[in-house]
């Protein structure tokens, strides 16, 4: 016989879910919402994951690990209804998960590279927004970051999905503007990430702003949106 479900455990913070939370501005701001939220923070990486875990609960935060691919659909599911189950909501989901693909000149992309650029910038976006939208409700938080890079030379791959993906973003931004969720859509400054690194190898990074540095900048813009 099924058990009957358990009622959602009331949290005494506010739920957060940073995808892309192993690496960059994702685990910059999970570390950074963690003083006020509990962080479910969702990556491939289980060792990042862990390693932002320690750092969390050394600041006296809390958090819940998701090593998930946000590409799989059953895998998006599974994590709402876990959100559900657990604690009946969702407050603040923040998205930072990126794929980042070689840079190209637009006649010879890469079929496999193009096709993982829309499963991760573009259609794992959709089927997240589908999913979580219900948890966030009327007064829930979703919040996006644009990139200029869209239409430079060589940055088929990633532009044009992530430019995609903030279509999508301010499509369902106009459509919330009423009856929520709220969508923020902000623009980071560069920042010396493992990303920008592999579009800009000979940069001078001394110029760059750090994850961290831009976590903080951008923190009070989230939370009072």
Known sequence: MDQPEQPPVPS??????????SRGLGHALALALAATHHVVALARTQGALEELDDAIRAAGGEAT???????VP????????????????????VHA??????????PHLAAKDLDRSIAVNLRA???????????????????????PRGGERFF???????????ALARSWQAEGERIGPRVLILAP??????????????EDRRALASPREEARRLLPAILSA
């Open 156 to 166: 088929g791959h990633y532009g044009t999905t992530k430019a995609a993906q903030i």
């Open 97 to 106: 998960a990126i794929h980042a693909a070689p840079l190209a000149p637009a």
């Open 189 to 202: 400054r560069p920042m010396a990430t493992a990303l920008r690194a592999r579009f800009y190898p000979g």
């Open 74 to 93: 059953a895998a998006m599911r599974q994590l709402a209804r876990t959100i559900f189950d657990r604690w009946g909501r969702l407050d603040l989901w």
């Open 12 to 21: 005494r913070r506010p739920i957060a879910l940073v995808t892309g939370a």
């Open 125 to 147: 976006t959709a089927d997240l927004i589908q999913v979580l939208a219900p948890l966030l409700g009327d007064g829930g938080r979703a919040v996006f970051f644009d990139d």
């Open 65 to 71: 690990l998701a090593p998930m691919d946000v590409t």
